[in-house]
T-cell receptor, first 113, second 115 residues
């Protein structure tokens, strides 16, 4: 079955530190891959997406993600975290043969000054 | 920047009552979706809608649920007889017809509380 795993439920970092949020997916072919962010009380905002081509994709707010086929991973990174990045981050998979997104359980990011 | 708009932002209803959640998708989008997020859990797909009919639905989307596009702009989710376990944040999303290189845009959500 198709699934998305975000192993880290909660991550705490200091402002200015680097960040990596992990995402692994289970799927037979290369799916479409997404990272969404949800700030408290807000909806889901797309950070970045991967459909094909260059495996390193750039998104908004200084985020990037790298698709690694051999590891079935799509980890999200940011070199220097800002306090405003505190939010919940969701990795999602959009298999090409269906029209729905499958979300991971999310990683809650806390940023300390 | 165009956005998906959902109303109301928060709705409280008594168990057994009918509720209608409303969404205005982005104007040139043709695919529409409802997702839900029970507090503390993952976002789950409910249903997708295209060309005035359901194209895909999850096992969650049982006979209690229905969707409709009553006019050219609104997209609604109706829960016929709400249960306590329907309490969740409901997200509407839409996207353009071109699935290649496009993504779903989500609304801010409607928090439904069933008491």
């Amino acid at each position: 079955a198709q699934s998305v795993t975000q192993p880290d439920i909660h991550i705490t970092v200091s402002e200015g530190a680097s960040l990596e949020l992990r995402c692994n997916y289970s799927y037979g072919a290369t799916p479409y891959l997404f990272w969404y962010v949800q700030s408290p009380g807000q909806g889901l905002q797309l950070l970045l997406k991967y459909f094909s081509g260059d495996t390193l994709v750039q998104g908004i707010k200084g985020f990037e993600a790298e698709f690694k086929r051999s590891q079935s991973s799509f980890n999200l990174r940011k070199p220097s975290v800002h306090w405003s990045d505190a939010a919940e981050y969701f990795c999602a998979v959009g298999p090409y043969n269906t029209d729905k997104l499958i979300f991971g359980t999310g990683t809650r990011l806390q940023v300390f000054p | 920047e165009p956005e998906v708009t959902q109303t109301p932002s928060h709705q409280v209803t008594q168990m057994g009552q009918e509720v209608i959640l409303r969404c205005v998708p982005i104007s040139n989008h043709l695919y529409f979706y409802w997702y839900r997020q029970i507090l503390g859990q993952k976002v789950e797909f409910l249903v997708s809608f295209y060309n005035n009919e359901i194209s895909e639905k999850s096992e969650i989307f049982d006979d209690q649920f229905s969707v409709e596009r009553p006019d050219g702009s609104n997209f609604t989710l109706k829960i016929r007889s709400t249960k306590l376990e329907d309490s969740a944040m409901y997200f509407c999303a839409s996207r353009t017809p071109d699935r290649q290189n496009t993504e779903a845009f989500f609304g801010q959500g409607t928090r439904l509380t069933v008491v």
